[in-house]
């Protein structure tokens, strides 16, 4: 059975740093490139990162581009977000995604606040 589990979210003040974490189970999580997406409140999800699986070459969105920082430990099954200087625009719940071709995997999200 497939599970990708979010943690790390919580509430932070602007200016913090926090490190969201996705542990996966049930695939050959070094074969799966892994994405991290937000999503604001009425909004579709935003893409943020990408990592390959095998390579670790990194892909980002031009808004994540020097805040966000995405990495994955293929033997712990486990990618990872670090986000710095946030900010209250950053507010959403974070979702963990791993694709292999057509195949395509969600974590149910964890919440991220940021207070000015």
């Known amino acids: 059975q497939v599970r990708l589990v979010e943690s790390g979210g919580d509430s932070a003040q602007s200016g913090g740093s926090l490190r969201l974490s996705c542990a996966a189970s049930?695939?050959?999580?070094?074969?799966?490139?892994m994405n991290w997406y937000r999503q604001f409140p009425g909004k579709e999800r935003e893409w943020i990162a990408g990592?390959?699986?095998?390579?670790?070459?990194?892909n980002y969105a031009t808004f994540a581009k020097g805040r966000f920082t995405i990495s994955r430990n293929n033997s712990a099954s486990l990618v990872y977000l670090d986000i710095d200087d946030l900010k209250p625009e950053d507010t959403a719940v974070y979702y963990c995604?791993?694709?292999?071709?057509?195949?395509?995997?969600w974590g149910q999200g964890t919440q991220i606040t940021v207070s000015s």
């Open positions: 990592i390959i699986g095998r390579t670790d070459k990194t």
């Open positions: 995604n791993a694709r292999y071709f057509s195949q395509s995997y």
């Open positions: 049930g695939f050959v999580f070094s074969s799966y490139a």
